[in-house]
């Protein structure tokens, strides 16, 4: 069990690009999960998919953030014209299908920042 | 929405216990968990209890959860210094609200030799 990994571990980006992170879920997890992180605060649910649908959107995740999980397996999460607001850290946690579904195992993160 | 509270700071020497606070709002929290993050890290889960529980031990770790109060708190006996982190409580409402955990601002303990 190698635990969840995402991609690239930071990100320093000028405001206005584009940015995609990526996160490997723990293998045969099923439900895969998007934070965000602002400094000082507790993370704060983005979106939910369980295998390749997306079934929760927080109203944070604005029209310029896109996730898809196309293969029900790894995720992206892309930013587009990045603004300084968007700093923050982005985590990605996953959670089995069947035993303990309630238990979402976190990844390290991707640190995002906007300059 | 669902509202999770944490007090800010906590010192404690090593070898004391710690006790971690947090209240929450909504009643029909499912799971209530502990989640350890120390600095540039992600989330450590350190343990969870179910809402129809009042107490959990899982070594040095207590929970204990009053549902009538909404008051959730976590124990850790003989602090070590690696103890040292910040502590995140969070709820999960269920399947019907997405699987999301709702998180409090977290807790930063420092443990003093």
């Keep these: 069990d190698t635990g969840v990994s995402q991609n690239p571990r930071h990100k320093i980006t000028k405001r206005g690009q584009n940015v995609t992170f990526r996160c490997d879920p723990i293998s045969e997890h099923n439900r895969l999960y998007w934070y965000r992180q602002t400094l000082g605060q507790g993370p704060e649910f983005l979106t939910y998919f369980q295998n390749e649908a997306q079934l929760e959107k927080s109203r944070l995740l604005s029209d310029r953030f896109s996730a898809e999980r196309p293969k029900g397996s790894f995720s992206t999460l892309e930013i587009q014209r990045t603004e300084q607001g968007d700093s923050a850290m982005y985590l990605c946690a996953s959670s089995p299908r069947t035993g303990k579904p309630y238990e979402q195992y976190f990844g390290p993160g991707t640190r995002l920042t906007v300059t | ?113």
């Design chain 2, 1 to 113: 929405g669902e509202d999770v509270e944490q007090s800010l700071f906590l010192s404690v020497r090593e070898g004391d216990s710690s006790v971690i606070n947090c209240t929450y709002t909504d009643s029909s929290s499912t799971y209530l968990y502990w989640y350890k993050q120390e600095p540039g890290a992600g989330l450590q889960l350190l343990t969870y209890i179910f809402s129809n529980m009042d107490m959990k031990q899982d070594q040095r770790l207590t929970v204990l959860l009053n549902k009538k109060d909404k008051h959730l708190s976590l124990r850790i006996a003989d602090t070590q210094t690696g103890d040292s982190a910040i502590y995140f409580c969070a709820d999960h409402l269920g399947e019907a609200a997405g699987n999301k955990l709702t998180f409090g601002g977290g807790t930063r303990v420092l443990v003093k030799p």
